[in-house]
T-cell receptor, first 113, second 113 residues
């Protein structure tokens, strides 16, 4: 089945230790998104790629970076995680067009010790 | 900037009964799309139903239907014949260019047997 895959599902890191979360898709969608979702809150968009074009949200901290080496893969890098970065990180994909739904992955739960 | 408001943080319904979740939004655009997403506990977010703003007819997907009132900027979700599997967080979302979703804070739906 075509899908959005996130690895790992659970990630524990130490305060200040860089961490990378990964997302892959078999849907061949050209748009990929990273969201941060804290407990009982709505997902907050961090950035998205339209093909290779990177679009950063104005309020996304510099601590968060992203890479998209090809259509299928997208990575979220947190350079120096703080306790406030503990959250669920959701990857989503979509084909271009505002009518088209976003398909979400299961998320990676990040814990910062 | 567009905003989406879900005024009911929590709702409950008896199995087989009907429940309506409220959503209002604010936009100056005339062409946009509205979505309801469902996020079950520890499971990934999935699309429930979508509505194009230029269509007057309310969208329906099996037991799920919307009441779209464009002038009032209201987009409520009705779930008929509620089932235990409907228990989840429900997010209302708005989308127009450029490819981004704006989510409400969500409504937690509990289905009582």
């Amino acid at each position: 089945d075509a899908m959005v895959i996130q690895n790992p599902r659970y990630q524990v890191t130490q305060f200040g230790k860089p961490v990378t979360l990964s997302c892959s898709q078999t849907l061949n969608h050209n748009v990929m998104y990273w969201y941060q979702q804290k407990s009982s809150q709505a997902p907050k968009l961090l950035f998205h790629y339209y093909d290779k074009d990177f679009n950063n949200e104005a309020d996304t901290p510099d601590n968060f970076q992203s890479r998209r080496p090809n259509t299928s893969f997208c990575f979220l890098d947190i350079r120096s995680p703080g306790l406030g970065d503990a959250a669920m990180y959701l990857c989503a994909t979509s084909s271009a067009g505002n009518y088209n739904e976003q398909f979400f992955g299961p998320g990676t739960r990040l814990t910062v010790l | 900037a567009q905003t989406v408001t879900q005024s009911q943080p929590e709702m409950s319904v008896q199995e087989a009964e009907t429940v309506t979740l409220s959503c209002t939004y604010d936009t100056s655009e005339s062409d946009y799309y509205l979505f309801w997403y469902k996020q079950p506990p520890s499971r990934q977010m999935i699309l429930v139903i979508r509505q194009e703003a230029y269509k007057q007819q309310n969208a329906t997907e099996n037991r799920f239907s919307v009441n779209f009132q464009k002038a009032a900027k209201s987009f409520s979700l009705k779930i008929s014949d509620s089932q235990l599997g409907d228990a989840a967080m429900y997010f209302c979302a708005y989308r127009n260019w450029p490819e981004k979703l704006v989510f409400g804070k969500g409504t937690k739906l509990t289905v009582n047997p």
